[in-house]
């Protein structure tokens, strides 16, 4: 008999049990940025950290308090943005992304975290993405 809820699907637990992009950034990038966000209450709570290069995320991060779900749903976005330019469109797709993952309609409040915490982190990226351009122009 499993032990295993029949809650979570199996790219869930996939994704739970081997979150290879939880952590800090492995290496140095020209642009690094982070972006957090913290349910009301100090429920759960997320970090992400992005490194770029070329306009392209080369390595993103997570850090995260929280479910299963919202763990994967963190796990499922890293392993996306990879290799994607930092102003792909719909790099941040909530209603695909609880499919795939088929997260139930009542944690939809835990993929909204996660959109906040990808929301802020693109906006570091620019504001870092700009200090970095400033940087180059005054060293010329």
């Not at 009301?40 to 850090?63: D, K, M, P």
Request: glycine share 8%; hydrophobic share 40%; with cysteine.
């Amino acid at each position: 008999m499993s032990t295993v809820p029949d809650a979570y699907s199996p790219r869930v637990l996939g994704h739970f049990a081997q979150p290879v992009h939880a952590g800090d950034l492995q290496a140095r990038y020209p642009v690094e940025a982070r972006g957090e966000a913290t349910e009301a209450g100090g429920g759960c709570q997320i970090l992400l950290t992005a490194g770029t290069e070329g306009n392209a995320f080369r390595e993103v991060r997570h850090r995260v308090l929280g479910c299963p779900h919202l763990i994967a749903a963190a796990e499922e976005l890293c392993c996306r943005a990879e290799g994607q330019p930092v102003d792909a469109p719909a790099l941040f797709d909530r209603s695909e992304l609880m499919a795939v993952l088929d997260v139930p309609v009542e944690k939809s409040g835990r993929i909204l975290l996660l959109e906040d915490a990808w929301q802020a982190l693109c906006r570091a990226l620019k504001r870092s993405a700009g200090r970095a351009t400033e940087a180059t122009d005054d060293q010329r």
